[in-house]
């Protein structure tokens, strides 16, 4: 790192170091008021890859990882709200994989469905990087029977609890450690009551063309313990149509959804039929054993369409500009085609809650087991560490033997600052 590079990351950290950790309401007036909510988030990865020079020309590394997040909210009335988020990013690395989506770290890329991405570099050279970006930017309008949002926001669809065969819009990778803020996409979203139990949910997210925005709705009605969901629309070139459902069985629950895209070329990684049709499903459920203060249970089994069918065809297809702006844009979180997950967590205490999670590829047998630790210090204060440990056939030569046998050994501690 050059001189300047070690100034500019100094200079950073000590921005973020200094940076009040702190809520506070800072003006009200009837039902105006402005608040700010400040969070600081500080991560360490270290880690280690498999043996394979061709992949992995540096087996140890290292990463560090800073978030600053300021998150004003303005209530002008008792109808009108204004969001806004801007955060900086400093990340310095050692090294840089070609699998960054098998990383417990946020991906660098360009967040989808953005007519402008509003993210700037500070500064950059070699292995590290400082950034900053309006994550957030919207009003939202509280009627009796509606609330409209206009602007960046975060979207979220379906029931899964990892996976997501509905998810459109910029969903997290399944082994990404911090899972708090999805990013925001530029959008106009409207929720309509169109009865007491039947509901539409509209979005038109946007990028630089209707050939990179999203236009769906989705249709909610429950009854008893049932709910169900219909959704379709086009998402860039896609069309697209699904259902989801969730229902209580019991004591346990369970969820389902399931998607059929139909693109307008053969997909890369092949498709149904003549190549152009592409199925995403997950099927889960949850149950709380009675152990101590409660042992909560998610199982879920996820198939994705688009995803690679045999591992050592997942680095050539990474290289296709098709099959790759597919991945980053999120319409696959799982590079090959099916994995099974389980999610247990535990409460020790309040300041003390623990969680496992294990993620596997039926298909090789390949997985990834990921213990971690949440530790709360009062109101302000958190530490989360957590462990990848991943399992399967190691990469040779440059080729994957296998989904899950390429990801790193690492550990991740993370201290968070924020009310």
Do not use: C
């Not at 469905?113 to 509003?118: E, F, H, Q, T």
């Not at 970006?133 to 899964?160: C, F, K, M, S």
């Not at 949910?201 to 769906?216: I, K, L, P, Y």
Request: no cysteine; proline share 5%.
């Amino acid at each position: 790192m050059t001189p300047r590079g070690a100034r500019a990351v100094l200079a950073a950290a000590g921005v973020l170091l200094a940076a009040p950790a702190a809520a506070r309401d800072l003006w009200t007036q009837g039902e105006r008021s402005l608040a700010l909510r400040t969070s600081l988030k500080a991560s360490l990865l270290l880690s280690h890859a498999p043996e394979d020079p061709l992949l992995f020309p540096e087996r140890d590394g290292a990463a560090s990882f800073w978030r600053l997040r300021l998150e004003p909210e303005a209530r002008l009335g008792k109808a009108v709200t204004v969001v806004l988020a801007y955060e900086q990013r400093l990340r310095v690395s050692s090294q840089s994989s070609p699998l960054s989506g098998l990383s417990a770290l946020p991906a660098e890329t360009p967040a989808p469905y953005r007519v402008r991405s509003l993210d700037w570099r500070l500064s950059e050279s070699g292995g590290y990087s400082w950034r900053h970006e309006l994550d957030r930017g919207y009003l939202a309008l509280h009627l009796p029977n509606a609330n409209i949002t206009v602007g960046r926001q975060a979207v979220g669809w379906g029931r899964g609890v990892l996976f997501g065969a509905v998810d459109l819009f910029a969903p997290f990778s399944p082994l990404e450690a911090d899972r708090e803020w999805r990013r925001g996409v530029d959008a106009v979203r409207a929720d309509l009551k169109l009865a007491k139990r039947v509901s539409i949910d509209a979005v038109a997210a946007f990028g630089r063309s209707t050939n990179t925005s999203v236009f769906a709705a989705r249709l909610r009605g429950y009854a008893g313990k049932v709910d169900l969901e219909l959704v379709g629309g086009r998402r860039a070139r896609d069309l697209f149509a699904g259902v989801t459902s969730s229902a209580a069985v019991g004591d346990a629950a369970i969820h389902g959804e399931l998607a059929v895209f139909r693109a307008p070329e053969a997909l890369v990684a092949g498709g149904l039929g003549d190549g152009r049709t592409a199925v995403k499903a997950v099927a889960g459920s949850s149950y709380r054993f009675s152990l101590g203060s409660g042992l909560l249970v998610f199982l879920e089994y996820h198939y994705s369409g688009f995803g690679v069918k045999h591992a050592e065809d997942i680095l050539p297809l990474l290289a296709e500009p098709g099959f790759q702006e597919r991945y980053l844009r999120g319409d696959t979180q799982i590079l090959g085609r099916h994995a099974i997950a389980m999610l247990a967590s535990y409460e020790v205490s309040p300041e003390l809650s623990l969680t496992v999670q294990w993620l596997q590829s039926p298909v090789d047998g390949s997985g990834v087991l990921t213990p971690s630790a949440t530790v709360t210090f009062g109101d302000k204060v958190s530490l989360l560490a957590t462990a990848h440990v991943p399992y399967g056939r190691s990469p040779r030569g440059g080729t994957l033997r296998s989904e899950y046998g390429a990801a790193a050994r690492s550990g991740f501690v993370q201290i968070r600052i924020y009310e």
